[in-house]
């Protein structure tokens, strides 16, 4: 009775070619995770230390995936049959040696192969049992579980895109009302300011100019410009060169409303009060000394 060839094997291949590491490391690596499952292969492959386990961890995901989208079985049943490492085409170089001598350096090449097998109903039952036993239970597939997530996402999604979509119309309801009501006060607002804006816009002594910047009316002598906050009276030198926007009729009626005078006569003004307080000092002496 012939015995099956190893690359004869029956199960679910994947292979990587030129691999640019000599077959000796790689077949130490696969020694290591030859009849495991291929969930134990993957833990043994995540926490080897050799740098070839990553190659042979995209290998065994490959026959793993193959096995999944080709032949329909879940990862969960799979097992490693069979994993060996054939010697590729070798690179020869030459390092230059001593007394004008050269060494050859061989530069290796693999080939990895990994075929996954199919757990038979009996093993399966008896490895759930096990499990079981030991309190871990049954572990779902890589591909299972991704798809158990993904449609819990999707339908997740679905209910917040049907919330928001009652949320906002609910909200924009809320928004026309209460705009509307908003620009109905407004309206009311605007009417009421422009009636006491017209009578007497910045309190009781104040009138807007008219249209040509002159006087509503002769009680009205001083002018002010809103932008500056500044007034002037008929003594201020820019009093003939300032269009009015307000006019007030005392200085005390435009200070009441936040306006003031201009700083050149501002400076006049204390001058002329350290003038006087000079002159009352001066006649009280003279008396004194009289």
Known sequence: MTATKTNERP????????????????????NLIRTKSYAEATDILMFSERRISDTVQKCLDSAAANAENNDNIPSEELFVAACYADEGPTLKRWRPRARGRA?????????????????????????????????SGNQESASESRRRRVEKSKETNDEEVIEDSENLEESTAEEDHETTEASVEENLD??????????????PGSAEALEDGSSPGPEYLIKGK???????????SFYGRTKADVW??????????????????????????EESEMKQNDDSNDEGNE
Do not use: W
């Not at 097998?117 to 499990?131: H, K, N, V, W």
């Not at 809103?226 to 201020?236: D, G, R």
């Not at 005392?250 to 204390?270: D, I, V, Y």
């Open 248 to 273: 007030f009729t005392s200085p005390e009626a435009a200070e009441n409303a936040g306006f003031r005078l201009p700083n050149s006569m501002q400076k006049k003004s204390e001058e002329t009060i």
């Open 190 to 203: 605007v009417e009421s300011s422009e009636t006491d804006a017209g009578s007497e816009p910045f309190g």
């Open 226 to 236: 809103k932008a500056k906050k500044i007034y002037h009276p008929e003594e201020s």
């Open 103 to 135: 060494t050859r350096i061989r530069k290796r090449t693999c080939h990895i192969t990994i075929i996954l097998g199919r757990y038979t109903p009996e093993e399966l039952d008896s490895m759930r049992q096990q499990a079981l036993l030991k309190g």
């Open 11 to 30: 199960g679910t291949r994947a292979q990587v070619k030129y691999v640019r590491s000599s077959a000796y490391k790689v077949r130490e690596v696969l």
